[in-house]
T-cell receptor, first 113, second 114 residues
Framework: EAQVTQNPRYLITVTGKKLTVTCSQNMNHEYMSWYRQDPGLGLRQIYYSMNVEVTDKGDVPEGYKVSRKEKRNFPLILESPSPNQTSLYFC????????????FGPGTRLTVT | GENVEQHPSTLSVQEGDSAVIKCTYSDSASNYFPWYKQELGKGPQLIIDIRSNVGEKKDQRIAVTLNKTAKHFSLHITETQPEDSAVYFCAASGSGGATNKLIFGTGTLLAVQP
């Protein structure tokens, strides 16, 4: 089954404790992206990757890091989480090269206390 | 850069009625306009999309219309059913270097009352 998977689905952590949210897709997509969803703000792009070893900032990159060492994986790293990063996070992938249709993962609910 | 506005933020309709959600965009270079449906506890899922060379597209009970001159597009759901209840997001393709970038609206919570 073609899908985007994310882990963990739910995470509660404390300020400053490094964490990683994993994302994996099995569709051989070139383009992958991370979004955060907050009430009244919709989906805002954090980082994206056009292909292996090619990443760039989205609209709200502060406090986040990403890496793309393999085509299928695109982890989101929070080196020192803060309460304002409490949010619902989605990973998405698309074929690439102006194929805009994006496939979303099930989401990760992160709470930082 | 591209900016997408979506209205209304909440919409309540009776089962069987029609629902319309509207979006406007700012970048005339945008050429792809998808609509996503997000059910509770799940990720957004594409339900219909339209490209700039088409004015209207239908798929069973859902349709999207696009007015490029006015820079707005709309989602129409006819004969609504309780399972249509969800959050709906519109989006527009971004311009610039990120060829696959989508800019999303703020979402519409649709409630279909049985």
């Amino acid at each position: 089954e073609a899908q985007v998977t994310q882990n963990p689905r739910y995470l509660i952590t404390v300020t400053g404790k490094k964490l990683t949210v994993t994302c994996s897709q099995n569709m051989n997509h070139e383009y992958m992206s991370w979004y955060r969803q907050d009430p009244g703000l919709g989906l805002r792009q954090i980082y994206y990757s056009m292909n292996v070893e090619v990443t760039d900032k989205g609209d709200v990159p502060e406090g986040y890091k990403v890496s793309r060492k393999e085509k299928r994986n695109f982890p989101l790293i929070l080196e020192s989480p803060s309460p304002n990063q409490t949010s619902l996070y989605f990973c998405a992938s698309s074929l690439g090269d102006r194929s805009y249709e994006q496939y979303f993962g099930p989401g990760t609910r992160l709470t930082v206390t | 850069g591209e900016n997408v506005e979506q209205h209304p933020s909440t919409l309540s309709v009776q089962e069987g009625d029609s629902a319309v959600i509207k979006c406007t965009y700012s970048d005339s270079a945008s050429n792809y306009f998808p609509w996503y449906k997000q059910e509770l506890g799940k990720g957004p899922q594409l339900i219909i999309d339209i490209r700039s060379n088409v004015g209207e597209k239908k798929d069973q009970r859902i349709a999207v219309t696009l007015n490029k001159t006015a820079k707005h597009f709309s989602l129409h759901i006819t004969e609504t059913q309780p399972e249509d209840s969800a959050v709906y997001f519109c989006a527009a393709s971004g311009s610039g270097g990120a060829t696959n970038k989508l800019i999303f609206g703020t979402g519409t919570l649709l409630a279909v009352q049985p």
